[in-house]
């Protein structure tokens, strides 16, 4: 056993040499099959801890990550095998993935760190940093051939970069092909076969239906009076809190604001199926192109409710297995406000890290009121079985005592506090909110003659 673990220690420390390219022998490693699989359960742990550290709420741990690591592993072991047989080594059948799994131990730790801490990346920086990762990678698998490979006849670096290449391959092409689960996942919400599924044929015929029926009820906006529209829209069905969000929502905008006939929802839920439109941007499009026809962009006002988990890249989660969705940006939601001619616009999203929202939708027409905690992975922000803090503080408490939709924002934003929310609101759209108080259109028109 002294043995055994001092020659795990060896090639920890000579993997770690390898990684950040300080000098290092192939004598420094211990080659054996016994290290290869202590590799495996070293990479393996690691992964298991760095997928905890990364994991939103109401995930649980998974056995399924196993597939992903043995897949890895049978790719890693097929490529060394072909490079043994090609360089006439059979040594490389297990010196090479011993020396690539102990060098890429401070790669995945790196590689995790930045969603760990729950760096924003400005808009197309994360992109950059995947890229400098997988530089790091082909660079530490040529490193690690360069290494093991120590007497080769002829050209060694050219079967070193040969060698690189190959070992690299599974990280292009495994997930395309292979189990690609991470340790922690989303609880199994899935029922016991009673509720159809989302994309069997039935459903998606009714849902053709629905979504033609949701936008045929929506009445016309009226000459000379601020008419408010609304749009409730939640693409991620793991969490029943944001069915709860969408519904309370409606109904507190049609009692007290009067967007009776001028309110719809598009929600992913397994419950509602059958009975409200899907959430995706397909729809949102339709449902913005139809109240942009319906009203008059100088005078009337659509307000748009988005809630939802966060991709990584700060986009709206659309999750609806086993439909593949797009996640929603915030350029997509401005493009399809854009295309749809609505000039004044209420935008309300409710979910982690949306502070990218609000460059990418302010302006002079626009009032933008987001969820934006501190906190990396606060409470409640991307869902659960209740409602959002965001969805409470406007929904439940501000516009139940205000007489305004202007006020009732102000008033969520300060109930929720500068440290988890963010308040923007543009001169035009200041002007035209004057016109929406408690009690809709016709008590407003009624104020003014006043």
């Known amino acids: 056993m002294a043995y055994f673990l001092n020659a795990l220690l060896r090639n920890l420390l000579a993997g770690l040499r390898t990684a950040f390219f300080l000098p290092v022998e192939r004598s420094a490693f211990r080659l054996d099959m016994a290290q290869v699989l202590a590799m495996f359960?070293?990479?393996?742990?690691?992964?298991?801890?760095?997928?905890?550290?990364?994991?939103?709420?109401?995930?649980?741990?998974?056995?399924?990550?196993?597939?992903?690591?043995?897949?890895?592993?049978?790719?890693?072991?097929l490529t060394s095998g072909i490079l043994a047989a090609l360089y006439r080594d059979v040594a490389l059948f297990v010196a090479l993935p011993i020396a690539v799994?102990?060098?890429?131990?401070?790669?995945?730790?790196?590689?995790?760190?930045?969603?760990?801490a729950g760096v924003a990346w400005p808009p197309g920086w994360a992109a950059i940093f995947d890229l400098v990762m997988l530089a790091w990678m082909l660079g530490v698998c040529v490193r690690a051939t360069w290494i093991i490979s120590d007497t080769p006849p002829r050209h060694r670096f050219l079967r070193a970069l040969l060698g690189g290449v190959l070992l690299t391959l599974p990280l292009w092409v495994g997930p395309l092909s292979g189990p690609y689960e991470g340790w922690w996942a989303e609880a199994d919400t899935s029922d016991d076969g009673e509720r159809p599924s989302p994309a069997s044929e039935p459903v998606l015929a009714v849902q053709g239906t629905l979504i033609d029926d949701a936008l045929d009820a929506l009445e016309d906006a009226r000459p000379g009076i601020v008419d408010l529209y609304f749009v409730g829209f939640a693409p991620d069905a793991r969490h029943e809190g944001f069915r709860m969000e969408l519904e309370n929502a409606q109904h507190v905008l049609d009692e007290r604001f009067g967007t009776h006939d001028r309110s719809l929802l598009l929600l992913n839920n397994r419950d509602t199926a059958t009975t409200l439109p899907y959430a995706t941007l397909t729809n949102l499009r339709r449902a913005l192109q139809e109240i942009g026809g319906a009203i008059d962009p100088e005078e009337d006002v659509?307000?748009?409710?988005?809630?939802?988990?966060?991709?990584?890249?700060?986009?709206?989660?659309?999750?609806?297995?086993?439909?593949?969705?797009?996640?929603?940006?915030?350029?997509?939601?401005?493009q399809l406000l854009d295309n749809a001619g609505i000039r004044y616009r209420v935008i309300v999203v409710s979910s982690c890290t949306t502070r990218d929202w609000i460059d990418a939708l302010q302006d002079d027409d626009t009032a933008i009121l987001v969820y934006a905690p501190d906190d990396a992975r606060p409470a409640g922000c991307n869902g659960g079985e209740t409602t959002s803090p965001l969805a409470e503080a406007l929904f439940d408490r501000a516009l139940r005592t205000t007489d305004s939709l202007a006020a009732g924002l102000a008033k969520a934003a300060d109930d929720l506090g500068p440290q988890s929310s963010r308040l923007v609101v543009g001169a035009g759209i200041a002007r035209q909110m004057s016109g929406l108080q408690r009690g809709g259109p016709i008590r407003s028109a009624l104020l003014q003659l006043h």
Do not use: C, N, W
């Open 302 to 334: 659509v307000m748009v409710y988005l809630t939802g988990g966060a991709t990584p890249d700060h986009a709206l989660a659309a999750v609806h297995p086993p439909l593949d969705l797009v996640d929603v940006t915030p350029g997509a939601v401005k």
């Open 41 to 77: 359960v070293a990479s393996g742990l690691v992964d298991i801890v760095l997928d905890a550290l990364r994991a939103q709420p109401g995930t649980q741990f998974t056995v399924q990550g196993l597939d992903g690591e043995l897949y890895a592993l049978g790719l890693l072991m």
């Open 101 to 116: 799994l102990a060098s890429f131990l401070p790669v995945q730790v790196l590689h995790a760190a930045p969603a760990i």
